[in-house]
């Protein structure tokens, strides 16, 4: 059976990381293409690694070594946890991969548990990159015992098995939760949402006393932010004391507890796969159809609720593309609860906020789009939308708009809770209004742009269109990255010179809006995909 894991667990690492375009495909632009996706992930884990060194030496710095590790394990659980927990359902508990693969000559137990370790491989890359270049630096700085060392690559080992088995618990439970309704997707949604923003609130419940810890010596505030990292997340203790004090007992414990409670889950799951996927996939009884008056419409709003309905179909697809304006939404609100001044007076950046607020929202809103996989989401049945008598520019505007009328909402509410909740001058104002506005418009179109250069219509699960494809991925380095530039510069510009700053930006990503989508309106639909 060991046989059949490695190969089962081989087959689903190339599949997701697409190693067998790259290194056999005879297609070259199909190749360059990934392998210009594989350079872009290179540079975001350079990026990554950059980001965890320059903690650990600030952490150094201030003598608040001993946080370090504590630190490290507690930012990759949370990451490993938001990345597995949509995977759950449509990944783990998969029934219908697991019928085609069960034809083969393999054992049920051998695919459950591979589909775990391709989740645990990626699962400690992650691990490995954001945990290893602190504990490099602790190492350097403190020179601890040769006890570190050897609990320290043990614990690299183990650290994702947690965050992932709850994340996999939590995913299913809400699958079980919301299959047993009418409107599965939408209490899917709303039940992610809510986990989300819970987990948010929680945190920055938890770091209310910033202002009080600002005064205090440094050995107060590291005991406190220690406490606060133990509350979050309660076995950051046993690691953190296994590492920086040598405790074998605490050890023991997180290594004996990330093991079993892993390995018992993945036991019930493998010996009872087939009734638990059935019951997480059970869908509540509905009326029998019954024939009505049918109605006729224009083609572009059929196009529209074409859009609508294939939106509204994917748990994954709403709660992966909504939750960037929901955290808009909530920031908005927190501004307008805690006020500006408040803020500015935390950060000691007097009106940062107005300059800064607009480009904020903006990288929320940012963070994806729905058109960056709606075109791989149209899958095997992107030839019916090929042969029909439609123009290419009409398929492009519904996804474009629908985009857009998914957004509305929200921008809507943030722009109302701000405009009575902001203290500003009428041009203030106004780039609240024309900055995330311009974006999200920009966002649309980009996404759109970016999905047409990297289509994916293989894709046996729609997780991997929706979460894992190269478009996705290249629209939010984008999104991030047309944002936070300018962003940066708010905090060195004076307030004329961010004024102009904005008119600027407007400008250029309004300008690049227009090219890029006249651009893809050129193009022929039969020669994509």
């Known amino acids: 059976m060991f046989r059949q894991i490695k190969i089962l667990t081989k087959l689903s690492l190339c599949n997701q990381g697409n190693f067998n375009v790259i290194f056999h495909s005879k297609d070259k632009s199909q190749r360059n293409k990934y392998i210009g996706l594989a350079a872009t992930y290179a540079v975001l884990i350079l990026m990554f690694l950059f980001y965890s060194i320059s903690l650990a030496i600030g952490l150094a710095v201030v003598h608040m070594e001993d946080l ?97 088995t709850v994340a996999s618990i939590i995913g299913a439970v809400i699958f079980a939760i919301s299959a047993r309704m009418k409107h599965k997707n939408l209490v899917t949604v709303l039940l992610t949402i809510v986990l989300v923003l819970g987990i948010l609130l929680g945190e920055a419940a938890l770091g209310n006393n910033s202002t009080i810890i600002t005064q205090q010596g440094f050995t107060q505030i590291s005991d406190m932010i220690s406490n606060q990292l133990r509350q979050i997340y309660p076995p950051v203790a046993f690691y953190s004391d296994a590492l920086v004090k040598g405790s074998v007992i605490d050890f023991l414990i997180f290594t004996l507890g990330s093991i079993g409670i892993f390995g018992l889950f993945v036991m019930v799951v493998q010996r009872s796969y087939v009734s638990i996927c059935s019951a997480l996939k059970a869908r509540s009884s509905r009326r029998d159809y019954k024939m009505q008056s049918l109605k006729t419409g224009t083609m572009r709003s059929a196009l529209l609720k074409k859009e609508m309905k294939r939106y509204f179909a994917s748990s994954i697809y709403v709660s992966n593309t909504v939750i960037g304006y929901v955290l808009m939404v909530a920031g908005a ?86 405009l009575f909740g902001i203290k500003t001058d009428l041009l203030g104002h106004l780039w609240l209004i024309l900055i995330p506005a311009i ?54 510009l004076g307030k004329e010179m961010t004024n102009v700053l904005m008119a600027v930006v407007s400008i250029v990503i309004m300008g690049i809006t227009l090219i890029l989508y006249k651009r893809n309106n050129r193009q022929d639909l039969q020669e994509i995909g």
């Open 68 to 164: 370090i590790p504590a630190y490290a394990f507690a930012l990759i659980s949370i990451i490993i946890f938001f990345f597995s927990i949509f995977k759950a359902g449509s990944i783990i508990f998969d029934l219908k991969s697991y019928e085609l693969q069960i034809a083969l000559p393999v054992s049920p137990a051998a695919i459950v548990i591979s589909r775990f370790l391709s989740m645990y491989v990626i699962d400690l890359v992650l691990s490995l990159i954001a945990t290893l270049p602190s504990l490099v630096v602790y190492a350097v700085v403190v020179t601890p015992g040769v006890s570190f060392y050897f609990m320290g690559i043990i614990g690299l080992l183990l650290v994702p098995l947690l965050p992932m």
């Open 439 to 492: 974006y999200i418009v920009f966002m649309a179109v980009a996404g759109l742009t970016i999905n047409l250069q990297f289509p994916n219509f293989t894709w046996e699960n729609e997780t991997v269109a929706v979460k894992q494809s190269a478009a996705v991925l290249v629209t939010s380095i984008v999104g991030i990255a047309s944002c936070g530039i300018p962003l940066a510069l708010v905090f060195v």
């Open 333 to 418: 609100i927190a501004i307008a609860i805690k006020g500006a001044d408040e803020v500015e007076q935390l950060l000691e950046m007097p009106g940062v906020v107005s300059k800064a607020l607009p480009f904020a929202l903006a990288i929320m809103a940012s963070i994806v789009s729905t058109t960056s996989c709606s075109i791989s989401l149209e899958g095997r049945q992107w030839w019916i939308t090929k042969s029909l008598p439609i123009r290419t520019k009409d398929v492009f505007d519904s996804k474009i708009l629908w985009n857009l009328a998914v957004a509305g909402p929200f921008f809507l509410i943030t722009e109302l809770v701000l």
